[in-house]
């Protein structure tokens, strides 16, 4: 994994650790929100919404609207999927490695084989 | 990853009061084969370089580099070369050797701070053939990101979620 990626992987996480910001991207699962409708059910004012907002925005899990007074959020995918990828990659890894791994301890047997017999000559 | 990235930089959110050096991100990973060959001869395959050098490493990439001090304590520095011609460092050291059941080992995935690995592998008899196991627990790290260490399970239950619907 190159240094970028490990850098969006951190913003990921960082941004998805908290229960507040699971529960709003949950929310928007279903639908574009409002600003509005999305602090309803938390009992939190409009700034401190939009405060997790950046933090989801700055991640690249939400995307909002440019319209001034409506700025409708909705869910990104991405980033969601390269958290997935990542151990996906290094079970990639082991899958192949044990793949040569077989071929080699076959190649080891057939050494073993060959140099008892050499010794049960001698 | 650069301190100096703007997108990961401590800011004054009120979610980053937290001063800790935390996790941000924590997977497991366990995958299981059983090979047809005593488990004295499995286990070796892991102990030298020229035996790693012909197996550990992905389909079509090659291993320019593997030094390794095979006991506790000792350092490992390997490269994994890709298809590409990038190089991919994996640098560590060795935590615990049970030969020839366990080799526990920490790592550094591709020089990148906090972004490490930690490994065991066990060896099991089963009638003549070995049943190999390696677990593995991945983390990132950044000082620039900053939260509560817990409920990181939880999170990837939600992911997985996501990821259906999404």
Known sequence: MTPATSDRLSATFAALADPTRRAILARLQSAEVSVTELAEPFSMSLPAVSKHLKVLERAGLIARGREAQWRPCRLEASPLKQVADWVAHYRRFFDESFDQLDDYLGELKKKEKKHARKQSKN | MPASNPRTSPSSNTDDKNDAFIKVGERDLTITRVFNAPRELVFKAWTKPEHLTRWFKPKGCTLPKCEMDFHAGGVF????????????PFNGEFVEIVEPSRIVFKGNIHDVPGQNVFT????????GKTKLT?????????????GAPTGWSQTLDHLEKFLITA
């Open chain 2, 120 to 127: 065991t592998v066990t060896f099991a008899e089963l009638d």
């Open chain 2, 77 to 88: 520095r390997f490269v994994i070369r890709g298809e590409d011609g990038k190089d991919y």
């Open chain 2, 134 to 146: 390696v677990h593995q627990t991945y983390t990132l790290e950044s000082d620039a990101t900053r």
